[in-house]
């Protein structure tokens, strides 16, 4: 298994502050399976409108949090190529849940798993957990670019 931090992170993947939604990534198996993490802090600024007094992570963020960790994957086993692709791009989300809120001070835990790929098109099964638990899941394709 291969460890990335933030530093490496950039690297891979086209995202910067305010929307970068990994902090560090553990790569199971290049190309196929990966671990995100991202810790969920208070003073993030959509928690001031989503929802004031009772903040809760937008669902939204948590699916970007998961296409993220299965870009990192993704461009961490093609980055070894002569002309490296340097941006991922959705093209679909399906399959949906959210099962718990997200509230701040936790740690958001994202694994994606390739479920298939075709040319530079990849789908990934993902789920994300807070303390072992799924939180919210997504199957999506992305085109990579």
Known sequence: MKTYNRDDI???LPHRDPFLWVDKIEIIESGEEGIGYKNITSDMDFFRGHFPGNPVMPGVLQIEAMAQ???CVVMEA???EPNPPTQVFFMSI?????RQMVVPNCQLKMHAQKV????KVYVF???AYVDDKVVSE???SALVG
Do not use: C, N, Q, Y
């Not at 399906?94 to 959210?98: G, M």
């Not at 298939?116 to 040319?119: E, M, P, T, V």
């Open 78 to 80: 093609l980055r070894g």
């Open 69 to 71: 960790t299965a870009g």
């Open 125 to 127: 099964e993902a789920k």
């Open 10 to 12: 950039l690297k891979l």
């Open 138 to 140: 997504a199957t999506f």
């Open 116 to 119: 298939k790929s075709h040319g």
């Open 94 to 98: 399906d399959k949906v849940k959210f």
